[in-house]
C-alpha cells in the first residue's frame, strides 16, 4: 500500500514536471511570437485583412497661347492589381493563366506575383476599357471577383505627337514629367492620389457593413504656354523644309520671341519625335540597327534625339554678334550710324603683329559708315570699334545683354555661354569677339539680345509658361512678364533697328525681305569647332522695325546643300518665308 502510494506520488510529479515543460515551452513561444514576431503576424495579419490600392491623379492639361488648344492631356484608361493573399491556392494557375491570355503578358512573371505573399500586384498599368472589359467577361463567366481589381487610372497624350516635342517634353511610366515643361512644372501639373481601401476575412469577404472606403483623386493645375500652336506650326514646316534641302546634317532650330513681353512664340528643334512614342528613334539609318545597339548607346542616342538645341547647346554665333558691337559703340559714343567714311576697309587689319581678314579680303569694302559696315558684315569695321570699346568695357555690354549667365528661361537643361576669363582676354582675343567668334553662346541668349534691342533698349526675360490655372477652384494665376536692366538707351536701339533695316533691304540680308514691312536683321556664318569643315548659318531679325512686334533666330548646323553655308543665302530665306506667314497671321498692318 505504501508502495502504490509512492509511485502515485511520483507519477503526480512526473506529471507536474512535463505540464510545467508544456508550459515553459508555450510561454516562450508565446513570447517570441509576441515580441519577436510580433511585426510579421502583425503585417500578414493586416495583408490579409486590409487591402488599399492607388488611384493615380490626372495631370493638368497643358494649353497653348490662346488657352483653347489642348497640347498635352491625361486621358482615362485602367489598371489591374491582384491581391495575391486573397486568390485561393486552386485559383492562383487560373487566375495567371487568364490575365497573361488577356493582356498578352509572360505567364511565368504574372504567376510570379500571383503567388507572392503580399497584399496587392500590379499586373498591367495604362490599358485601354475595351481590353480590360475582356477580363471582366472572364471574372463574370468564371464567377471569380475576390483578389482581382480594375481601376480607373490615366495616361498622358499628346494631340499633336511631334508638334513643340522639345518645349512640352513628356512623362514616364510612373507618370512624372522627364523632359521639357512636362518635368520643370512637374510639381505644378501632378495631381494627389487617391485610394480605395477595405477590410477582408479569411474568405475575401468586406468585414461588416462598412465597404470600400473611397478617397478620390485631385487632378493637377493646368497650365497655359507662351507658345501660339499655330505659329509654331508655320515654324517647324520651314524648318524641316530647310533642314532637308539645305542638307543638314546636324538639324537646326528657331526660335520667335515677343520682344514686349518676353513670350516665345515658338521653338523648334528639328529632327522631332514623337511624345506619344518617345522612346522610338526618329532616326531611319538608326531604326535599321537599333536592335543591335546596348543599352548605353540606345541611352546616347534618345538623350541626344530629346535635346533641346535652343536652349542647351553652344555656338559661335558669327556676324550675327555685330549687333552687340554696333550697340555699345553708338551707345558709348564711339560712332554713328552715317558718318560717312568713318571706316576704311583694306581687306584685313593688323591686331597685334596678326592681320585678321574682312570675308571679303579679295575685293575690299573701301570706305564705310557704320551703317555700310553692318550692311556689308565687314569685319575689320567692328575689330577696330572692338578695340576702342576696350575688354572692360565691352565685358560690361556683355553681362548687360545677359551673356555671362543664362537667361533663366522657365525649361530644363539651358547651357551656360562659353567665353575666356576678361583677364584673359588680349587685343587678338577682342578682335575676334568683337564680330562673333572664338566663344559660344546659346540661340536662347542671341533672341534675347536682339529682344532688348527691339524692346527700346531694356532686358525682358523669356518665358514659355504665362498662367496657371487651379484645376479645383479655377483661379487664374499669371505669370508677369520679368523686365530688368536698361541695356541700351531707346535712342540707341532705334539707331540699330535702322541699321537692321538696311541689311535686310540693301545688304546680306535681301532674302529675308517680306513685301509690304519692314524688316530688320543681319546674318551670320561661322565655323562649328576648330578645323572641322562644319559651319553654322544664321539669321536674326525683327518685324516690324517701327513697333517690332517680333524677333526671330534661325540656327542651321552644317548645311552641305548646293546653296552652301552663308547666312545670306541659307538661313536669311527661311526667316523671310516665316515672317511672311507669322506677320500675315498676326494680322500686322503693312507699314513699309
Not at 207 to 224: C, F, H, P, R, V
Not at 355 to 362: N, V
Request: include cysteine; charged fraction near 25%.
Amino acid at each position: 500500500m505504501a508502495k502504490s502510494n509512492l509511485d502515485s506520488k511520483k507519477r503526480i510529479i512526473l506529471i507536474l514536471c512535463i505540464v510545467s515543460v508544456i508550459w515553459i515551452i508555450l510561454c516562450i513561444k508565446v513570447a517570441i511570437i509576441q515580441f519577436v514576431e510580433g511585426d510579421k503576424w502583425k503585417t500578414k495579419s493586416e495583408n490579409q485583412q486590409y487591402v488599399s490600392r492607388s488611384i493615380t491623379a490626372g495631370r493638368g492639361t497643358i494649353y497653348d497661347a490662346s488657352g483653347e488648344i489642348i497640347l498635352a492631356q491625361s486621358s482615362t484608361v485602367e489598371t489591374v492589381t491582384v491581391n495575391p493573399v486573397n486568390i485561393s491556392k486552386d485559383n492562383k494557375e487560373k487566375v495567371a493563366k487568364a490575365l497573361t491570355d488577356i493582356f498578352q503578358l509572360d505567364y511565368e512573371k504574372v504567376l510570379k506575383k500571383v503567388n507572392k505573399n503580399s497584399s496587392i500586384e500590379t499586373i498591367i498599368k495604362r490599358v485601354d476599357k475595351q481590353e480590360t472589359d475582356k477580363l471582366r467577361v472572364w471574372m463574370e463567366e468564371n464567377n471569380m471577383y475576390t483578389g482581382i481589381n480594375i481601376d480607373e487610372d490615366t495616361k498622358r497624350y499628346y494631340p499633336y505627337s511631334n508638334l513643340a516635342s522639345h518645349i512640352i517634353g513628356f512623362v514616364g511610366s510612373d507618370n512624372q514629367g522627364l523632359d521639357g515643361i512636362e518635368a520643370k512644372y512637374n510639381d505644378i501639373l501632378t495631381g494627389e492620389n487617391g485610394s480605395i481601401s477595405k477590410m477582408l476575412d479569411a474568405k475575401g469577404n468586406v468585414i461588416g457593413d462598412t465597404g470600400e472606403a473611397y478617397e478620390d483623386s485631385k487632378q493637377g493645375n493646368n497650365l497655359i504656354l507662351s507658345i501660339d500652336m499655330n505659329i509654331q506650326a508655320i515654324v517647324e514646316k520651314y524648318l524641316e523644309n530647310a533642314c532637308i534641302e539645305n542638307v543638314c546634317t546636324d538639324g537646326g532650330n528657331v526660335i520667335i520671341m515677343n520682344p514686349k513681353n518676353g513670350d516665345i512664340l515658338a521653338m523648334a528643334t528639328y529632327p522631332y519625335y514623337d511624345l506619344n512614342n518617345p522612346y522610338q528613334i526618329n532616326n531611319e539609318e538608326l531604326a535599321g540597327i537599333w536592335p543591335e545597339l546596348d543599352s548605353s548607346q540606345k541611352s546616347t542616342y534618345l538623350q541626344a534625339m530629346w535635346r533641346n538645341k535652343a536652349i542647351a547647346d553652344t555656338y559661335e554665333p558669327g556676324s550675327t554678334f555685330k549687333l552687340v558691337t554696333a550697340s555699345a559703340s553708338i551707345e558709348e559714343k564711339i560712332a554713328d550710324p552715317d558718318k560717312k567714311g568713318a571706316f576704311v576697309c583694306t581687306g584685313g587689319i593688323e591686331i597685334a603683329g596678326r592681320r585678321i581678314k574682312c570675308w571679303r579680303y579679295y575685293r575690299p569694302h573701301g570706305s564705310q559708315s557704320l551703317r555700310e559696315g553692318l550692311m556689308n558684315s565687314c569685319n575689320p569695321v567692328f575689330i577696330g570699334l572692338g578695340q576702342k570699346i576696350g575688354v572692360s568695357k565691352y565685358y560690361e555690354y556683355l553681362e548687360k545683354f545677359g551673356f555671362l549667365e543664362k537667361t533663366g528661361i522657365d525649361l530644363i537643361g539651358e547651357a551656360k555661354s562659353i567665353f575666356l576669363k576678361e583677364d584673359k582676354v588680349g587685343p587678338v582675343e577682342l578682335a575676334t569677339i568683337s564680330f562673333g567668334q572664338r566663344f559660344e553662346v546659346t540661340p536662347i541668349q542671341m533672341i534675347t539680345m536682339v529682344s532688348t534691342i527691339a524692346n527700346k533698349g531694356k532686358y525682358v526675360k523669356p518665358r514659355v509658361v504665362k498662367r496657371i490655372i487651379n484645376s479645383t477652384t479655377g483661379e487664374t494665376e499669371n505669370i508677369e512678364p520679368v523686365y530688368k536692366n536698361q541695356v541700351i538707351s531707346e535712342d540707341t536701339a532705334e539707331k540699330v533697328l535702322s541699321m537692321m533695316t538696311s541689311v535686310v533691304s540693301e545688304g546680306t540680308g535681301k532674302n529675308a525681305r517680306v513685301q509690304g514691312y519692314n524688316v530688320g536683321g543681319k546674318t551670320g556664318t561661322s565655323e562649328d569647332g576648330v578645323n572641322t569643315g562644319k559651319y553654322v548659318t544664321s539669321f536674326i531679325g525683327v518685324a516690324p522695325t517701327d513697333d517690332p512686334q517680333i524677333c526671330i533666330l534661325v540656327t542651321l548646323y552644317n548645311p552641305t546643300g548646293g546653296a552652301g553655308h552663308q547666312g545670306g543665302t541659307v538661313a536669311a530665306p527661311v526667316a523671310g518665308k516665316i515672317l511672311n506667314e507669322v506677320i500675315s497671321y498676326l494680322e500686322i498692318e503693312p507699314n513699309e
